[in-house]
């Protein structure tokens, strides 16, 4: 099928390769020139492993092409998918849906022919129904609007999209249309269904909801064990041997339960405040007011070990050189976006310390969005004359650290393990004081 995906950020780069891989002739949309330009040439604009492979493939069959034209993406389709970002707006919980307009608004009166809006962002309930009317207001053809939320996880997107635990699909059921987008839908993904991947079609609310309420359980789990944790640490307990054994009830479960400095990252953060916001304007907000406090729990991480490095520091930060590892908000990306690792890098610079900060993928963008941080080009380099070392991003480099390469550079042996990742006995054989999060 002919498809277009508009947006080619890591959603919509990694829907439109992945849809060129089941065969499809995709063309990608960006407003960007730059980001167009590169992958055209094959190149992926962020860190995705395997990405890279399945762009190239696909742009030599000549199955996916892109471009910055709406005339040309309304012309080469009639499937168009969204996946444009839908940021935080600023001073707001709420979702800042411009893009998704913007992209609704230019393309709706350059179709031609019968087409189809397939949503992919994650948007506020009511955002796909209102899309509707709107397109078919600007439309001087019969424009259907659906939702096909993504739950794609940065590190892991192709294999996400390829091989996804469940397909959603919402449709406007009161439009005789409906059926004939669910036929295309599962036209679309015809090889995934074939592989039995669950295949789940309702209304559009609801399949809105169903990413927003995946992603506030995450967010919830991740703090419940975080508020747990600070509980072990009041009383010497240990969270990581706790986690185990609360994850080895089936109906918990043991993922999502890494105790540590939180969560953060381009959709956790933002979605659960947008979630917040929504239902407050929905008059439900009292329904999610826990969410306020999973949204505490995960920002008095970072305040606790910013106070972790200074009390490792003598008590004050003030002239202390402290060595960040990690700026990602989690390995196998290169995504700095409400990264806890940055702020705590931030913060800790905000208290008067030398602050030097190593990542093995994430420095470029950490230098834009925070330019007055050092920044080494290796760990041993970030290490160099460090009062305090911070683990704050559980790459493998780090956890497969010899403790004795760094004991001749730095200052004093003292780790702070953010994302209980190192191993602990280990390091204090090499003659480090080892702080965990949660454990004794
Ligand atoms: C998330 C959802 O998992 C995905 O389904 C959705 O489509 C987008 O949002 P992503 O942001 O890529 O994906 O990251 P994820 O792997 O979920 O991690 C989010 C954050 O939680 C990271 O900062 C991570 O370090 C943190 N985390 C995760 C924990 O602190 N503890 C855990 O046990 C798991």
Redesign the pocket.
Known sequence: MRLTVFGTGYLGATHAACMAELGHEVLGVDVDPGKVAKLADGVVPFYEPGLEVVLRRNLDAGRLRFTTSYPEAAAHADVHFLGVGTPQKKGEYAADLKYVHSVVDTLVPLMERPGVIIGKSTVPVGTAAELGARARTAAAVDVEVAWNP??????FAVQDTLRPDRLVLGTDRDRAGSARVEELVREIYAELLAAEVPFLTTDLATAELVKVS??AF?ATK?SFINAVSEVCEATGADVTVLADALGHDARIGRR???A?????????PKDIRAFMARAGELGADHALAFLREVDNINMRRRTKVVDMAAKACGGTLLGANVAVLGAA??PESDDVRDS?ALNVAGMIQLHGAVVTVYDPKALENSRQVFPTLNYATSVVEACERADVVLVLTEWNEFTALLPEQLNPVVRRRTVIDGRNCLDRARWRSAGWAYVGLGTP
């Open positions: 993504e739950f794609l996880r940065e590190g995946a992603n995450l991740i999502f339960l890494n540590g400095l939180g969560f953060g990252g381009g959709c956790l908000f989690k806890p």
